[in-house]
């Protein structure tokens, strides 16, 4: 069924009293599309943008796209997220397009992660379900923590519709045997690639 507007004015008006920039929209929510750009209008539409980038053969580009465990949970807040926003220039000027944060968290609480953290120029992109990262392989029991299904951590920079290169942290698990690794993922890491890739490119030129 389709959410007639009264509820959806309704709706729009909870979301701007959480601080979401929302307004009022025909959303079916009966169905997945409905659902998606929802949470894809309330994000400033980067779910569109990375669909574009990774799907659209017509658009070349080359993006940088992390994952992490969950939204306001330490390693992500004190270390990944800041620092891929800090590095993002850096980033770009190795050849990259983009840079996207995935998480198994809804779009509200994405939304308010980056006001929390003052995120600037890495989009949010949320897999509330985990679809996405199901089917990456990633999704993991956080039942231990109480966190129920979540991401684990990895990266990958993703070019002309292909995954150039994967980054993912050791011990992989479902039993809560780790300490949260961080470190192959880092956007240190990914910039030593990139930059490794384009040193490369350039001896090949020389030739």
């Known amino acids: 069924m389709v959410a007639d507007r009264a509820e959806i004015d309704s709706a729009a008006e909870e979301l701007r009293s959480y601080g979401v920039d929302a307004y009022a929209i025909d959303v079916d929510f009966s169905t997945t599309e409905g659902v998606d750009r929802l949470c894809s209008d309330i994000q400033d539409r980067p779910v569109d943008a990375f669909r574009t980038r990774v799907h659209d053969p017509n658009i070349p580009g080359l993006v940088v796209a992390f994952s992490l465990p969950g939204a306001f949970t330490p390693t992500c807040s004190n270390q990944q997220c800041p620092s891929f926003d800090l590095a993002y220039e850096k980033i770009c000027e190795c050849g990259v ?35 996405f990262t199901r089917r990456m392989g990633m999704l993991i029991n956080k039942d231990k923590l109480g966190f129920g299904y979540r991401s684990w951590r990895y990266a990958m920079v993703v070019g002309d519709l292909v995954i150039e290169k994967w980054f993912e942290e050791p011990g992989i698990n479902d039993e809560g045997r780790d300490e949260d690794p961080y470190g192959v993922t880092s956007p240190e890491t990914i910039m030593d690639y990139l930059l490794n890739v384009a040193n490369s490119q350039r001896h090949r030129n020389a030739f």
């Open 97 to 131: 397009d983009d840079v996207y944060c995935i998480s198994v968290n809804d779009a509200f609480v994405m939304f308010q992660r980056g006001q929390n953290l003052n995120l600037k120029r890495v989009k949010l992109i949320p897999d509330g379900s985990g679809t």
